[in-house]
T-cell receptor
Framework: DGGITQSPKYLFRKEGQNVTLSCEQNLNHDAMYWYRQDPGQGLRLIYYSQIVNDFQKGDIAEGYSVSREKKESFPLTVTSAQKNPTAFYLC?????????FGAGTRLSVL | AQSVSQHNHHVILSEAASLELGCNYSYGGTVNLFWYVQYPGQHLQLLLK??????LVKGIKGFEAEFIKSKFSFNLRKPSVQWSDTAEYFCAVNSNTGNQFYFGTGTSLTVIP
């Protein structure tokens, strides 16, 4: 069953803590994306990667980091520098000009 | 940078009413346009897309959208909504030479039975 798998579904972060959100795809897509979704603000791009070992900052990259060591995986780390991390995070892969989305991870701060 | 504006933030309709959701974008070049839908508890999924050709495009579940280049618009329409259309709808754009997609703020549609 092909698709984008994000885990965990819910995540809680303590003050000063780094947390990592997982995104895995078995669609053999080269490009992958991370978005943040906040109420009334739509989807905003955090980072994207066109190929393995390469990634670019999106519009709101501050306080986040990514890696792309494997084609299938594009984890996102929310660092302690991100002062307002509470949001819904969506991962996507891309084939041609169409994006395919995961189910999302909801991150909350304790 | 490109941007996308969705004029309606919350729309409430009765079943069988007609729907039109506005979407305008800012970009001077050639663009690809999309409408995505997020049903409650489900993945964001593609509703329809426009790349080129006939400016009136049809998508799944009876939705259609019209690209009007002179107005930089890509409005979503459905002649008769159903309760199952209750969802959040996002307009998106990317340039046909670019890697980034730009999304609107979304429109929450509630259809009352």
């Amino acid at each position: 069953d092909g698709g984008i798998t994000q885990s965990p579904k819910y995540l809680f972060r303590k003050e000063g803590q780094n947390v990592t959100l997982s995104c895995e795809q078995n669609l053999n897509h080269d490009a992958m994306y991370w978005y943040r979704q906040d109420p009334g603000q739509g989807l905003r791009l955090i980072y994207y990667s066109q190929i393995v070992n390469d990634f670019q900052k999106g519009d709101i990259a501050e306080g986040y980091s990514v890696s792309r060591e494997k084609k299938e995986s594009f984890p996102l780390t929310v660092t302690s520098a991100q002062k307002n991390p509470t949001a819904f995070y969506l991962c996507a892969s891309r084939q041609g000009d169409i994006q395919y989305f995961g189910a999302g991870t909801r991150l909350s701060v304790l | 940078a490109q941007s996308v504006s969705q004029h309606n933030h919350h729309v409430i309709l009765s079943e069988a009413a007609s729907l039109e959701l506005g979407c305008n974008y800012s970009y001077g070049g050639t663009v690809n346009l999309f409408w995505y839908v997020q049903y409650p508890g489900q993945h964001l999924q593609l509703l329809l897309k426009y790349f080129s050709g006939d400016p009136l495009v049809k998508g799944i579940k009876g939705f259609e959208a019209e690209f009007i280049k002179s107005k930089f618009s890509f409005n979503l329409r459905k002649p008769s909504v159903q309760w199952s259309d209750t969802a959040e709808y996002f307009c998106a754009v990317n340039s046909n030479t670019g890697n980034q997609f730009y999304f609107g703020t979304g429109t929450s549609l509630t259809v009352i039975p």
